[in-house]
């Protein structure tokens, strides 16, 4: 996989837990142990992109 590929698909999972977190925030009782979770996997999509190295 190409690093352009692999950061276009670390992008878009990372867009996606974001979206997975905010409907789960405003859920009428929010699973703080599935929002825990969430930011944990953002975060460490995001470490991985940054460690990605840049042209």
Do not use: F, G, Y
């Amino acid at each position: 996989m190409s690093l352009e590929a692999r950061a276009s698909s670390l992008s878009q999972r990372h867009a996606s837990v974001d979206r997975e977190l905010e409907a789960e925030s405003h859920r009428p009782m929010p699973d703080p142990a599935v929002i825990t979770k969430l930011k944990r996997e953002k975060l460490r999509i995001k470490d991985e992109l940054t460690r990605l190295p840049s042209h």
